[in-house]
């Protein structure tokens, strides 16, 4: 599993979801308090499954903080950390 190509683009393989699309999906998000794994999934239109290696690789790589707690839901929420922001713009900068 690579994080990174030759050309530094963030890549993962996951049935076409790239990291990046994580990215933009949990930066719409931070104004609101984060998102979860499963509100990233169901704003995609996927089963978790198809997220879960990408996320928890973002949090390895420090990409997500834990930002507070979905009572709602009983769900982690996360936000994009500084390097997780600096990704998001990496990554759009090459699209």
């Known amino acids: 599993m690579s ?3 030759g050309d530094g683009t963030l890549t993962l393989p ?3 979801i790239s990291v990046g699309v994580l990215l933009e999906v949990v ?3 931070d ?3 984060g998102a979860s794994l499963s509100l990233v999934a ?3 239109f996927v089963e978790e499954e198809r997220v879960a290696a990408a996320w928890e690789q973002m949090l390895a790589d420090g990409l997500l ?3 507070g707690h979905d009572p709602a839901y009983d ?3 996360f ?3 500084a390097g997780g922001w600096a990704a998001r713009w990496e990554h759009g900068e090459r699209t």
Do not use: I, P, S
């Open 65 to 67: 903080k834990a930002a």
């Open 75 to 77: 769900e982690q929420l």
């Open 3 to 5: 994080r990174r190509d």
């Open 31 to 33: 104004d609101l308090g």
């Open 14 to 16: 996951m049935d076409g």
């Open 79 to 81: 936000r994009l950390t």
């Open 42 to 44: 169901w704003e995609l």
């Open 27 to 29: 930066a719409d998000f």
